[in-house]
């Protein structure tokens, strides 16, 4: 392990918008569950996840156009997620925090009707037939969401891979939730869902390097039934 990963892992550890609990805390009703904003924000605001958040481009980018909403970032790897831990607290942003786990375990860590919205930006595809229990928006995924959105609440995917867009596309359909916006090529297109916040403002930094490779940019926006 190389020594600046040393050193955010112990950064991590002093900075005070980032969770890094044991796997034991989480399935051992964690304490935070069901009051992350009243412990943590401090506020009533709707709280946003995002799911495999990277670096954390997106949760802070989020959190500074929207003060009135709180943003949570999820990664298991913490010296990627680093990055925007450090700029949030640099730039005092008090509507954004990092939760270090795996993703299968979300519903531990929030109550039912906690979180008023999801979004997924470029997760693996998980293309092989034996890795499909491991797509972030198959079934089992789509549940653990379920338990923790409030009623109707809305889940957002942008992807490079056609194939997970196309796979989610067939799988929504058939769960019957209702699809409020699919698009095959966010920057391709004249105009995008008018209600989504800065689908093309903000990128990861893989959605950055994806799109220098001539990759298109597909989302989806879903609410969950």
């Not at 999820?74 to 005092?92: C, L, T």
């Not at 998980?126 to 109707?152: A, G, V």
């Not at 209600?195 to 879903?222: C, D, H, M, N, Q």
Request: hydrophobic share 35%; glycine share 8%.
């Amino acid at each position: 392990m190389g020594k600046n990963k040393l050193a955010r892992f112990a950064e991590n550890k002093t900075l005070p918008n980032v969770f890094q609990p044991t796997r034991e805390e989480a399935l051992n009703n964690y304490p935070l569950k069901g009051k992350w904003r009243s412990e943590v924000f401090k506020n009533h605001n709707p709280i946003v996840l995002e799911l495999g958040c990277g670096k954390g481009e997106y949760s802070v980018g989020l959190a500074k156009s929207f003060p009135d909403k709180n943003f949570i970032g999820i990664d298991i790897k913490g010296a990627r997620f680093w990055f925007g831990a450090k700029e949030a607290v640099e730039k005092k942003l008090n509507n954004v925090a990092f939760l270090r786990t795996q993703i299968e375990l979300v519903d531990c860590f929030f109550d039912h009707d906690e979180v008023d919205e999801i979004w997924i930006t470029f997760p693996d595809p998980q293309i092989k037939y034996r890795r499909t229990k491991h797509r972030m928006t198959h079934p089992d995924f789509l549940e653990r969401y379920k338990k923790i959105l409030k009623k109707d609440g809305i889940v957002h995917l942008k992807t490079d891979s056609e194939f997970l867009h196309g796979y989610t596309l067939g799988l929504l359909q058939g769960q019957g939730h209702e699809i409020i916006s699919a698009h095959h090529d966010i920057y391709g297109a004249p105009e995008y869902e008018p209600g989504t916040p800065l689908l093309r403002e903000i990128k990861t930094y893989y959605e950055g390097l994806f799109s220098a490779k001539g990759k298109t940019i597909t989302y989806i926006k879903v609410k969950i039934k």
